[in-house]
């Protein structure tokens, strides 16, 4: 049974940054699709980056283009996203998921997405 687990979330300032991980165990970790939603409480959990590689594809959200990185470690069963530049609004618990069947139109989309880890906190103090 395929599992994720996310580390890395805590507390920054602004401006600073945080590198949080999920590793994927139970399947081979290639085949999969991988990406990192958020969710604030109240609202809906939003698309942050998404990381292809059977679609030789990475996304990103509008709203921290540029600022986060997202990459796979397959050797690790990893991945990983980088964040910089941190704002307070970044404040979110930080969330990974994967799917072996990935339609390319679906990648931004909760609805592609059949697995999920448990969620990392990530608070941003201004």
């Known amino acids: 049974q395929v599992q994720l687990a996310e580390s890395g979330g805590g507390l920054v300032q602004a401006g600073g940054s945080l590198r949080l991980s999920c590793v994927l165990s139970g399947d081979t970790f290639r085949r999969y699709a991988m990406a990192w939603f958020r969710q604030t409480p109240g609202k809906e959990r939003e698309f942050v980056a998404a990381n292809s590689q059977r679609h030789g594809s990475i996304v990103y959200a509008d709203a921290v283009k540029g600022r986060f990185t997202i990459s796979r470690d397959n050797a690790k069963s990893t991945v990983t996203l980088q964040m910089n530049a941190l704002k307070h609004e970044d404040t979110a618990v930080y969330y990974c998921?994967?799917?072996?069947?990935?339609?390319?139109?679906?990648?931004?989309?909760?609805?592609?997405?059949?697995?999920w880890g448990q969620g990392t906190q990530v608070t941003v103090s201004s």
């Open positions: 998921a994967a799917s072996s069947t990935m339609i390319l139109s679906q990648l931004r989309s909760r609805s592609g997405y059949g697995y």
